[in-house]
Antibody, heavy 124, light 107 residues
Framework: QLQLQESGPGLVKPSETLSLTCTVS??????????WGWIRQPPGKGLEWIGSIYYSGSTYYNPSLKSRVTISVDTSKNQFSLKLSSVTAADTAVYYC????????????????WGQGTLVTVSS | DIQMTQSPSSLSASVGDRVTITCQAS??????LNWYQQKPGKAPKLLIYDASNLETGVPSRFSGSGSGTDFTFTISSLQPEDIATYYC?????????FGPGTKVDIK
């Protein structure tokens, strides 16, 4: 059974960089059939896709966040990571990692496996 | 940019009722539309992909239809465990975009 688990600090100061890691178990992150993505949800609000990465390192980012986001993959550890720079209170959210399909190395954005989510609060 | 709307924003229905949620895209997205269920404190769960395909393991009381700009999600007989917020999500264009959600309660 595939499992995804987010980890990282639950509190980040304004203007600093938010860093999270998603560890994948029960399957290989190096599969050519999948992309790996980050999605966030501010408290009481809706879902926002942040970006996705393929095992090869190919990335897609939400244009609204692109200037502040870096997603990377470590196939040796079966992990992928999110860095979001210059955070403000508006970045306070539950951050989810999730899997979605790939077709001929292009992403198909239906997210079929999700981590449980981790709340990151931006506050001094 | 594509805009996604859902209606209603919330609804209350009785156990056994048929429940219908609509999702509208601001431009043609073909059938690149998915539906998710999110229970409080939990991650979303994929129910329907490509407008009408039931994800493996999802009960058959859930269904989806539509194409272009107008889509419908239906629960044929509402069960107590269906209490959740339901989101549509388009992926015809980047970025993949979720609708604002519909909260379903038991009357």
């Amino acid at each position: 059974q595939l499992q995804l688990q987010e980890s990282g600090p639950g509190l980040v100061k304004p203007s600093e960089t938010l860093s999270l890691t998603c560890t994948v178990s029960g399957g290989s992150i190096s599969s050519s059939s999948y992309y790996w993505g980050w999605i966030r949800q501010p408290p009481g609000k809706g879902l926002e896709w942040i970006g996705s990465i393929y095992y090869s390192g190919s990335t897609y980012y939400n244009p609204s966040l692109k200037s502040r986001v870096t997603i990377s993959v470590d196939t040796s550890k079966n992990q992928f990571s999110l860095k979001l720079s210059s955070v403000t209170a508006a970045d306070t959210a539950v951050y989810y990692c999730a899997r979605h399909l790939a077709a001929a190395a292009d992403p198909l954005y239906y997210f079929d496996y999700w981590g449980q989510g981790t709340l990151v609060t931006v506050s001094s | 940019d594509i805009q996604m709307t859902q209606s209603p924003s919330s609804l209350s229905a009785s156990v056994g009722d048929r429940v219908t949620i609509t999702c509208q895209a601001s431009q043609d997205i073909s059938n690149y539309l998915n539906w998710y269920q999110q229970k409080p404190g939990k991650a979303p769960k994929l129910l329907i992909y490509d407008a009408s395909n039931l994800e493996t393991g999802v009960p058959s009381r859930f269904s989806g239809s539509g194409s272009g700009t107008d889509f419908t999600f239906t629960i044929s007989s509402l069960q107590p465990e269906d209490i959740a917020t339901y989101y549509c999500q388009q992926y015809d264009n980047l970025p993949p975009l979720f609708g604002p959600g519909t909260k379903v309660d038991i009357k």
